[in-house]
């Protein structure tokens, strides 16, 4: 998928189970990175985006991400928009999604105390093996051996999307340029590939997305400006 992905899984199962658990969700990552990768000739991606391939045609996978980035696109007013590159590119919601589908599947085979960080886009449940709730740390936007702070909690989906890494990868779809304004958005709620599109989206918003954020029902955000500002939510689940 481009970027590095762990997997903690903090349950007392014997070693034999907790090897096939994350060979499981490490097999279904690579399934997914070979069939939305913008960067493979032979993904469903680039075929559509070619027109060599019709989305009625895909996997039933494509179907569905392709009909929720439609979605994504009305709730967001545009923002989000899986052709803001000027070719097909779902990337921004389907890393989180896809963490989403792997940390779901690990619920429902009964690992219910795990975390996954799929490039920086983490899905929390249960505890860690010391007992305690997860602890995220989200990465300083101008540091990268630094954090400009850290969550915690026992059932979170944490989002972030930022120019810090990649540059000015975000555009802003309206105006047909990189997006400017935010260094940094971090989303947290109870769906990963929703979050992932969400910060997305108030990146490529700019200045405007932080109130949009203050707006957006059932999630907590936290918000680095250009200027060096720290913003956040009061629902914030911060690490006392």
């Known amino acids: 998928m ?7 899984l903090a349950d007392d199962l014997p070693t034999a189970e907790l090897t096939a658990l994350a060979d499981a969700v490490f097999g279904w990552l690579r399934e997914v990175d070979a069939r939305f990768s913008t960067y493979r000739a032979d993904s469903e991606v680039c075929r559509v985006d070619r027109g060599e391939l019709a989305v009625a045609d895909g996997s039933a996978d494509l179907r569905d991400v392709l009909a929720r980035c439609a979605d994504l696109w009305g709730v967001t007013d545009g923002f989000f928009d899986a052709y803001a590159t000027g070719r097909l590119d779902p990337s921004g919601y389907v890393k989180g999604w896809a963490a989403q589908v792997a940390s779901d599947r690990l619920l429902a085979a009964g690992a219910a ?11 929390v449940r249960g505890r860690s093996a010391t007992g305690r709730p997860w602890r995220i740390g989200v990465r300083h936007p101008w540091d990268p051996m630094a954090t400009c702070l850290v969550l915690t909690g026992t059932d979170l ?18 105006r047909g340029v990189p997006a400017s304004g935010l260094r940094s958005v971090t989303v947290v709620g109870p769906d990963l590939g929703v979050a992932d599109a969400y910060a997305t989206a108030a990146v490529a918003m700019g200045a405007a997305g932080v109130g949009w954020l203050d707006r957006l029902a059932g999630h907590q955000h936290a918000i680095v400006t250009e200027d060096g500002r720290l913003l956040h939510s009061t629902g914030l689940p911060l690490a006392g």
Do not use: F, Q
Request: glycine share 14%.
């Open 157 to 174: 989906a944490v989002a972030t999307s930022g120019v810090y890494e990649r540059g000015a990868h975000v555009r802003d779809p309206r």
């Open 113 to 123: 105390n795990h975390c996954l960080n799929a490039g920086g886009d983490v899905r």
């Open 2 to 8: 481009g970027t590095a992905i762990s997997l903690d």
